[in-house]
């Protein structure tokens, strides 16, 4: 027995038995996590060994997820209209960061790049 752990209690155990944490190695063994995750937290009740079985399988989904997930490059026009979307922001919430209507249509036209400083204004405008 090692010592400076406490014993789990019988409802943990249960927990560990009929789903198990191991390494998530498949997008199906994630779906099942996430699954079994939203199953826990759909309960009325969340008791501190749902909360320490919660946080094992966040873990696990977490380490998955940052080796595993890749997202898309995006061009500097699909990337300004996604801000757009996703923000709502106007042609004039971006005027604060490119001085000209203009330089902001040739962006989202594809027409022109956004350079460093551009890009940084950019995603300062959105943290």
Known sequence: M???????????LNLITKFPPRPIT??????ANQQRI???????????????????????VYEYEEKNEHF???TDAELLQTLMEDYNL???DLLLIFKKEAVILDIVN????????????VRSLIL
């Open 2 to 12: 090692t010592t400076g752990l406490t014993n789990p209690s019988s409802y943990y």
């Open 26 to 31: 498949n997008d199906t063994e994630l779906r």
């Open 38 to 60: 939203n199953s826990i937290l759909d309960k009325k009740n969340i008791n501190q060994d749902d909360q320490d079985y919660l946080r094992v399988l966040g873990m696990l």
């Open 72 to 74: 898309p490059a995006l």
């Open 90 to 92: 106007k042609l004039s």
């Open 110 to 121: 594809g027409k022109r790049q956004l350079n460093a400083q551009e890009t940084f204004k």
